[in-house]
T-cell receptor, first 115, second 114 residues
Framework: AQKVTQAQTEISVVEKEDVTLDCVYETRDTTYYLFWYKQPPSGELVFLIRRNSFDEQNEISGRYSWNFQKSTSSFNFTITASQVVDSAVYFC????????????FGTGTSLTVIP | DAGVIQSPRHEVTEMGQEVTLRCKPI?????LFWYRQTMMRGLELLIYFNNNVPIDDSGMPEDRFSAKMPNASFSTLKIQPSEPRDSAVYFC????????????FGQGTRLTVV
């Protein structure tokens, strides 16, 4: 079975604070892919990052960074020095061959950055 | 590229009417997904096509829902008859492989059934 858990339903931070969004996944497959998407108030779903199961190297892109740890089945997302424009719902997703390569999404974390 | 194009952006219809949502995937993409998003259930995968063939439609809620992909550049999701509980945002997404690359989403169709 595949499952993506985003335990944090809502988070509020004050601008310039750092914030980490948690994502825990379950899969029996050894080859799988993890994704993060952003859904701003305008409603579109914007792709942020993809990570495959063989690459545990952390990644940094500007103020965004991702920490992939297979030992804990986690793929957490950190925003450094948050800005009001970061306010959105963030989704973690999983795809593996057992699912027919479909994308399974977590329930999302709603982030509000307070100016 | 124009991205994934969905139409209409908004649809308001009366209960019992037929509703057709349309999607044009990114050119060259061979996988297409239909999702439904509601506050209660989040993002649900309804159906998944690969090379125009439905691979998994287990997420389609009931027989009132049907989806087709007559060619690589067009897909429809039809609800007949529509019910108020079908009110949601429907997203179409496409990718250029069988899931091992990111999916690109359209802007969604907000459906309201009154």
């Amino acid at each position: 079975a595949q499952k993506v858990t985003q335990a944090q339903t809502e988070i509020s931070v004050v601008e310039k604070e750092d914030v980490t969004l948690d994502c825990v996944y379950e899969t029996r497959d050894t080859t799988y892919y993890l994704f993060w998407y952003k859904q701003p108030p305008s409603g579109e779903l914007v792709f942020l990052i993809r990570r495959n199961s063989f690459d545990e190297q952390n990644e940094i892109s500007g103020r965004y960074s991702w920490n992939f740890q297979k030992s804990t089945s986690s793929f957490n997302f950190t925003i450094t020095a948050s800005q009001v424009v970061d306010s959105a719902v963030y989704f973690c997703a999983l795809s593996d061959s057992n699912t027919g390569n479909q994308f399974y999404f977590g329930t999302g974390t709603s982030l509000t950055v307070i100016p | 590229d124009a991205g994934v194009i969905q139409s209409p952006r908004h649809e308001v219809t009366e209960m019992g009417q037929e509703v057709t949502l349309r999607c044009k995937p990114i050119s060259g993409h061979n996988s297409l997904f239909w999702y439904r998003q509601t506050m209660m259930r989040g993002l649900e995968l309804l159906i998944y096509f690969n090379n125009n063939v439905p691979i998994d439609d287990s997420g389609m809620p009931e027989d009132r829902f049907s989806a087709k992909m007559p060619n690589a550049s067009f897909s429809t999701l039809k609800i007949q008859p529509s019910e108020p509980r079908d009110s949601a945002v429907y997203f179409c997404a496409s990718t250029n492989s069988r899931g091992f690359t990111e999916a690109f989403f359209g802007q969604g169709t907000r459906l309201t059934v009154v």
